[in-house]
């Protein structure tokens, strides 16, 4: 029998197909405009060979090879659920008396789960808080260093994630949009609940109205064709220099806004002295950029309104504070901060939803649980944490004890995706005595485990998908069993927490529709408060969705418009309640590799001083997957050369090293070394090298930490070094690479088959 249930997804929402018990098709959201192909790959990757069908223990760990043990090539063993409860509930009462509760690292991080009740950090994270407490990090992969250097400066993080100035509002009063990094429509269909829907359209709609969009990146891809866009080349990590220098050109002109650098900002005369020698033509010899084209996008600045942004992959570089400080004070120089439709913000382009017009509703999440525990470590600094016990990390002005880690326990997220130097990791990840890992499918995280828990995915539960972005609350019905003997996480925990004596409080004595029920009730009363009357649950649950408020006709929003207005009445939260072009709290901090305004700092790999041979590699997000979610998809597989990720290569970069298109490439540094196939594209500036990320990690080796990776894993080559000490956060963007062609026998891709399994249930 067929069924239609409705879901979500981070790549959309999407009505389930099924028969039989079986995810046969998808269909998208009726009223998407612009539904994502991602949707297709779901019935292959829900049924995929890489399911885990039971709880595994690692054979090593069974035996006693816990502390010091390398992980990911030993046999798994099967156990059963009282098992596996019983060993967690033991494990983790052992660690806690044995080391303390800071010797537990809840590590989880991740796009596990559009629906806001099944998020599995939300759950782990509320049973280890409740069990007395763990060790979490703090901060995003994808704008960790923004996240800690933009309060300094603006006050606020609502510039890189929040609700910045929409594209109502840029489509209205801006001309120009220079746009660091570029715009990437693909990017545009996946957001942190489901529901981007009018990302493409508004972007092009800007376009259409007048607003001249330059892509400044060494891609021309980075926008789509219909934005015809202009494009300046620029070599990866030198954007903070151009802007530096188109700073010098305004100033050069006597042009800069002296009116607001005076009553909106602070340290403009500290900034202004050190502009003198950043010339267009100092610029040029550090960005390929010709310094007739800076002065031009200088002039261009000062002659229209112009909204500023830069990508959130312009961070994760050596020293990433600096282009976004710089890219500040440019907009300060300008003085368009607050204006209609113009001024600065970050991430347009990065991910869907950021710059949607919108109003502010209240959004649904499971209650927070304090955390008894303190310590914490920012994201980026996981083999740290591990390498160093007892050691102290500099971050934000702060000396961070690194607590000795006995105990990881990872839910919904995959270090072995998103983390740098992954041989790195794999050392570090020797270091614990147990490592637990909830996983629907056999991902690399879950294959360097002590403990495997198999997960559901979210086809096999009911939960409430939704994200301050969406513009629909989206019920997600259950369309198919759980697989083999999988579980949702709030019920294994809850098992867990019941041999340790706190289920009720965990639970608060709900199943799964009582939470549901509860979650969505406090929702519709946060509603009520700002108007808005949303339908009963039973009628939500049968609709399958709540369509919420548009902003008005006509209406508009632009961010900092009231401080824009009066800086005294609405002052930001700084130190001073301006800008911050200097700030006095970070130069206090005295670190060598961030100042206290922005400048012009030589990365420690760029082009500028790389060997002949070699060029830079750039990690990005794909238009295939999910990062590395829906890898074993068909839409993945489908654009992938013999089996490998392919690395984007500019012709001219081929031929000079005799390379085909199709070829399949060693790519390789002093970190590590990934095959990868070889597609020419144009549109790449010389030098420059794509690689995607979200491959799962196959090492031909598995547990031996130097092993090539045979599916195309940009980060066993990307550095494990931090932005800076002042943020400490992620440098992947700054990475150099040779390439050589591969002429042995093309090894077998085994990411997407389980590992050895022993058969004997121990």
């Not at 790959?41 to 049924?47: D, L, N």
């Not at 629907?440 to 997960?455: G, K, M, N, S, Y």
Request: proline share 7%; charged share 20%.
């Amino acid at each position: 029998m067929t069924e239609i249930k409705p879901h979500a997804a981070h790549w959309g929402f999407f009505d389930a197909v099924t028969e039989n018990g079986r995810l046969v098709g998808v269909r998208p959201f009726a009223q998407d405009p612009v539904p994502a192909t991602l949707i297709e790959s779901m019935p292959e990757t829900v049924h995929s060979a890489a399911r885990v069908d039971r709880p595994y223990v690692r054979k090593g760990w069974l035996e006693g090879r816990r502390r010091g043990a390398l992980r990911g090539g030993d046999a798994f063993v099967p156990v059963s659920w009282d098992r596996v409860t019983r060993l967690l509930a033991e494990e983790t009462a052992r660690v806690r008396a044995e080391h303390g509760d800071a010797a537990i690292y809840g590590g989880s991080y991740g796009w596990s789960s559009a629906g806001r009740f099944h998020h599995a950090k939300s759950q782990l994270q509320r049973f280890l808080g409740m069990g007395g407490g763990y060790t979490y990090s703090v901060n995003a992969y994808s704008y960790a260093t923004a996240q800690a250097l933009v309060p300094h400066i603006m006050g606020t993080n609502e510039v890189v994630l929040g609700r910045m100035t929409d594209w109502a509002a840029i489509a209205r009063h801006a001309k120009l949009m220079l746009c660091f990094g570029g715009l990437a429509a693909k990017n545009g269909y996946v957001t942190s609940g489901g529901a981007a829907m009018t990302y493409g359209p508004n972007m092009r709609r800007a376009a259409a109205a007048g607003v001249r969009m330059v892509n400044i990146s060494p891609y021309r891809g980075d926008t789509e064709d219909a934005l015809n866009a202009e494009w300046v080349p620029i070599r990866p990590g030198t954007d903070a220099a151009l802007m530096l220098a188109i700073l010098n050109h305004i100033v050069a002109l006597g042009r800069e806004d002296r009116g607001f650098l005076a009553t909106h900002c602070v340290g403009w005369d500290k900034l202004r002295a050190t502009l003198d020698d950043r010339t267009p033509e100092w610029a040029e010899g550090i960005t390929g950029v010709p310094a007739s084209t800076i002065r031009d996008l200088a002039q261009r600045c000062l002659d229209n309104p112009t909204m500023l942004t830069a990508a959130w992959s312009l961070q994760r570089a050596d020293y990433g504070e600096q282009p976004y400080w710089a890219l500040v004070a440019l907009a300060a120089a300008l003085g368009n901060i607050g204006k209609p439709g113009q001024g600065v913000a970050f991430g347009y382009g990065s991910s869907g939803g950021i710059g949607n017009p919108r109003r502010e509703m209240p959004s649904i999440s499971l209650p927070a649980t304090r955390n008894p525990v303190s310590h914490f470590i920012p994201v980026g600094r996981i083999s740290e944490l591990l390498e160093r016990p007892g050691g102290t990390l500099t971050y934000n002005g702060r000396d961070l004890p690194l607590p000795d880690i006995r105990m990881i326990w990872w839910a919904g997220g995959n270090p072995f995706h998103h983390h740098q130097d992954l041989n790195r990791l794999l050392r570090a990840w020797s270091h614990p005595e147990t490592i637990v890992v909830s996983e629907p499918w056999w991902t690399a995280v879950a294959r360097h485990a002590d403990i495997v828990l198999p997960a559901t995915t979210t086809l096999e539960r009911n939960d409430i998908g939704h994200s301050s972005r969406d513009r629909f609350l989206r019920a997600m019905h259950q369309a198919i069993p759980p697989q083999g003997q999988a579980r949702n996480d709030h019920d294994m925990l809850a098992d867990i927490a019941d041999a340790a004596g706190f289920r009720d409080r965990f639970t608060e004595q709900r199943d799964e529709g009582a939470w549901l029920r509860f979650l969505y009730d406090k929702w519709r009363t946060a509603c009520g408060r700002v108007g808005f009357d949303a339908p009963n649950f039973d009628a939500f649950w049968a609709a399958g969705h709540v369509e919420l408020p548009e902003l008005p006709p006509g209406e508009e929003y632009t961010q900092f418009a009231d401080f824009r207005a009066d800086p005294e009445e609405h002052p930001l939260d700084t130190p001073s309640g301006k800008v911050e072009l200097f700030s006095e709290t970070i130069a206090g901090f005295a670190l060598p590799d961030c100042p206290g305004l922005p400048t012009w700092i030589t990365p420690r790999e760029w082009l500028g001083g790389a060997a002949q041979d070699e060029l830079h590699l750039l990690s990005y997000q794909p238009p295939t997957r999910l990062h590395s979610q829906l890898d074993p998809g068909p839409i993945a597989a489908r654009d992938k050369i013999q089996g490998r990720e392919p690395i984007l290569m500019h012709p001219d970069d081929a031929a000079a090293r005799g390379l085909t298109d199709g070829q399949v490439l060693r790519v390789f540094n002093a970190r590590g070394a990934c095959l990868a196939g070889l597609r020419l594209d144009d549109r790449l500036l010389r030098g420059v090298v794509l690689l995607a990320t979200g491959a799962w990690f196959d090492p031909l080796e598995p547990g031996v930490p130097g092993s090539l990776c045979v599916h195309g894993n940009p980060n066993v080559l990307t550095a494990d070094v931090a932005t800076s000490s002042l943020t400490q956060g992620l440098s992947a963007q700054s990475c150099l690479v040779r390439v050589e062609p591969w002429t042995g026998e093309l090894p077998p891709v085994r990411a997407h088959i389980p590992p050895v399994i022993e058969e004997a249930a121990a």
